[in-house]
Every structure is written in C-alpha cells, then in structure tokens.
C-alpha cells in the first residue's frame, strides 16, 4: 500500500504531497487501530483445564466479543462454552473447555 507513497516521496516536485498522503495514511491506520476491540482486551495467563469447564472472570467492563489462546502447553483445542448462550454474563466472565487436559494463556477482547 504505501510502496506508491516511497515512490513519489524520491520525487522532489512531488514530495510536499506525497508527505501529506503518507501523513493522512497513517492517520486513517491510526484510527482504524483504535476501533479494534482487540486492542482494549485483556491477557489472562495460566488458566488450568482439567476436565471440567472453566469460568473465568475477564475484568473488561463490558461483554467479550472474541478471544485468542495466545500459549497453550499441549496440542488441544479450547473453546468458549457461552459463545451462543443467552443467559451467560458476557459482561463479566468466559467459561471455557478444552479437547484434553491444558494449560494455557487467552486474550479476551
């Protein structure tokens, strides 16, 4: 995307506009970061799975929208139990399984 940009910024008699479309592009970067819900999350480190679901309380303030296993110490698969459920507390918490015994990292925006 902003090969075009280095290309015009070489140019001496386009280089005051190619600064400002750099300038403005990083700006547009800049505002679609600070939408992104993954940013405003929280990592919460050494949840334990061992047969049975796990609620964890997240501390965002406000319901999750994802989740990413950021470490995992085995080759499991986890999921979120409440993802379709309409009487969980979204707002304050995740539970959680797992395909087998694991411990792992989640990040929950």
């Not at 990592?43 to 061992?50: D, E, N």
């Not at 950021?70 to 918490?93: F, G, I, Y």
């Amino acid at each position: 995307m902003l090969n075009r940009y280095r290309k015009e910024a070489l140019d001496p008699s386009t280089q005051g506009s190619a600064t400002s479309r750099n300038l403005d592009a990083v700006e547009e970067l800049s505002r679609s970061l600070e939408r992104t819900r993954f940013l405003d999350g929280e990592l919460i480190a050494g949840i334990v799975y061992s047969g049975t679901p796990v609620t964890v309380l997240h501390g965002l303030q406000r319901k999750w929208v994802g989740y990413l296993v950021t470490k995992l110490n085995a080759t499991e698969v986890v999921a979120a139990l409440d993802v379709n459920n309409p009487e969980a507390d979204k707002a304050a918490q995740i539970t959680l399984s797992a395909s087998g015994n694991v411990t792992f990292d989640l990040c929950v925006f």
